[in-house]
């Protein structure tokens, strides 16, 4: 805490806090990095802001300070993280909503934008809602064949349905895209 700060090191800060358990340090921390950042905080203040006071169980402050990062390399994480926040929040219809409207934000990075339909999923299995749940990851794979993440959470969504030819084949796709991606990964 001595000595100029940043972002990387009020991120540190916050995750030793979390770490130790420390509610009350890290409530101190949530404060005086408000005060810090003043009125104009940038986009990784923000989304950092935002990730404490989701720690903390401060779920509409967080959503704010979520929604607040408009730009930026940390944009795309901000939106992801504030489908959970609104999930967790009771406003489930909303979280759908948001993931779509990501999906289909082609100035999104790819990776976000696949995460966003891992989160749609996701939502769609908390719901009890198998039916879409599916729906999401076959749009997903769809959208981003033979990627890594989606098959692996479709052969778990198979898993879960006790369909276990159907959890087979896309596990096995999976064994088959880490094989010919070995290289890539091992980077």
């Known amino acids: ?80 993280r504030a489908i959970g926040v609104l999930h967790h929040m009771g406003r489930s219809q909303q979280a759908l909503q948001a993931a779509r409207a990501l999906q ?14 891992l989160a749609e999923a996701e939502l769609h299995g908390l719901l009890r809602d198998p039916r879409n749940q599916l729906q999401a990851l076959t749009r997903a794979l769809a959208a981003f064949p033979g990627e890594a993440a989606l098959l692996y959470a479709r052969g778990l969504y198979w898993e879960q349905q006790d369909d276990v030819v159907r959890a087979e084949a896309d596990l096995q796709a999976l064994l088959v895209w880490l094989s010919e991606n070995a290289k890539d990964v091992g980077r």
């Open 1 to 80: 805490a001595l000595g100029e700060q940043s972002v990387q090191s009020w991120g540190l800060r916050a995750a030793l806090l979390v770490r130790q358990q420390d509610l009350p340090g890290l409530e101190a921390l949530y404060e005086s990095l408000v005060a810090e950042a003043g009125s104009q905080p940038d986009a990784a203040q923000r989304l950092l802001l935002g990730k404490i006071a989701q720690y903390l169980l401060r779920p509409e402050q967080a959503l704010a300070w979520y929604r607040a990062v408009a730009n930026g390399p940390e944009r795309g994480e901000a939106q992801l």
């Open 104 to 117: 289909d934000d082609v100035l999104m990075d790819r990776e976000i934008r696949r995460d966003a339909y």
